[in-house]
């Protein structure tokens, strides 16, 4: 039986305060990645960032502006993964850069990272901690997107 293969579609949120972003990492794991999750089908990309900050720490959340698609490509368990990440500003009642929000999730933790030192902490995707600072800066307007797919080949 061939494997499906998929293209997840996730929604990821930029929250910065102070110079530090807001990130989530799985416990145990490398890598970094922004609060966010899978866009429920029929569910508008907007809301989706919402009800995931919702669901993982507990707060309200606000999408803001839409800043870019990334498309994005790693391996997980010895597997190829493609996903597509729709970047959103948010805000949150309750957040404060001075300590660690609250995972309602076993599996997660959120912290803040300085924004000048996300290449450290292995945010992925690595595009994305490039384009953070520029967009935070206000020197660079939104780019609509941004890929980690080698040019010349396939994932696949």
Not at 86 to 92: H, K
Not at 110 to 121: D, K, M, Q
Request: glycine content about 8%; aromatic content about 8%; proline content about 5%.
């Amino acid at each position: 039986m061939k494997r499906e293969r998929i293209i997840e579609t996730l929604v990821r949120g930029v929250c910065a305060k102070r110079g530090q972003l807001l990130v989530c990492q799985s416990k145990g794991a490398a890598n970094t990645y922004l609060p966010g999750g899978h866009v429920e089908f029929g569910e508008r990309a907007e809301y989706s960032l919402e009800r995931e900050i919702q669901e993982e720490m507990g707060l309200t959340a606000k999408a803001g502006r839409f800043l870019a698609a990334v498309e994005h490509t790693y391996l997980r368990k010895g597997r190829i993964s493609c996903e597509i990440n729709l970047i959103f500003e948010f805000t949150a009642r309750g957040l404060s850069s001075r300590c660690s929000p609250p995972s309602c999730e076993d599996y997660i933790e959120f912290f803040w990272a300085p924004v000048s030192g996300l290449r450290r902490h292995n945010l992925e995707p690595e595009a994305l901690c490039r384009l953070i600072p520029l967009w935070l800066k206000g020197t660079c307007r939104p780019v609509r997107w941004a890929s980690t797919y080698d040019k010349k080949k396939s994932p696949a």
